[in-house]
């Protein structure tokens, strides 16, 4: 899940298990602290910003209270986090620049391979990929042509 975009997703997501993930507080609490920390705000810094009050944070992070999804979606749209990152078990690996053929994850179909260089693009701006085409194949609907200048523009 990329992030709850609409009410819907919201919805969804709510009775797919948002209950289930804030039983265990301890979870979101210490987890709330590492990333503000992270960040470098202040309890206060992070509620001014978020539109909450300074016990609100206070409270989550001590798990005195179990947040609301509205709350925490304020608290991480402050983070630039999602859902999913604040809750993934999983730390994203280190940086790494070279891959072998067997760490790239085909994104492709109709015979056209997208390879996606990384496993994960959690945290990361950018995918890029590595595209092989079939003898034969189109990227577009119709084919494009162009007259030829009869002299080089340079």
């Known amino acids: 899940m990329a992030g709850l975009s609409t009410l819907r997703d919201t919805r969804r997501f709510d009775a797919l298990g948002w209950q289930a993930m ?15 920390e992270a960040k470098g705000l202040s309890q206060r810094e992070l509620a001014r910003q978020a539109g909450l009050t300074h016990g609100t944070i206070s409270f989550i992070e001590r798990d005195k209270i179990s947040p609301s999804i509205g709350t925490m979606r304020q608290i991480l749209d402050t983070l630039g986090l999602t859902l999913s ?11 790494k620049y070279f891959f072998a053929h067997g760490e790239l994850v085909n994104v492709g179909s109709g ?20 595209e092989f085409y079939p003898p034969g194949a189109e990227t577009a609907g ?4 162009w007259k030829a200048a009869k002299k080089a523009p340079w």
């Open 142 to 145: 119709s084919l494009t042509a």
């Open 22 to 36: 804030i039983q265990d507080d301890a979870l979101i609490g210490n987890r709330l602290r590492n990333f503000r």
């Open 85 to 95: 990152e604040f809750f993934a078990t999983e730390t994203p690996p280190a940086s």
């Open 111 to 130: 015979g056209v391979d997208l390879l996606q260089l990384g496993q994960s693009l959690v945290g990361r701006p950018l995918q890029v990929l590595l």
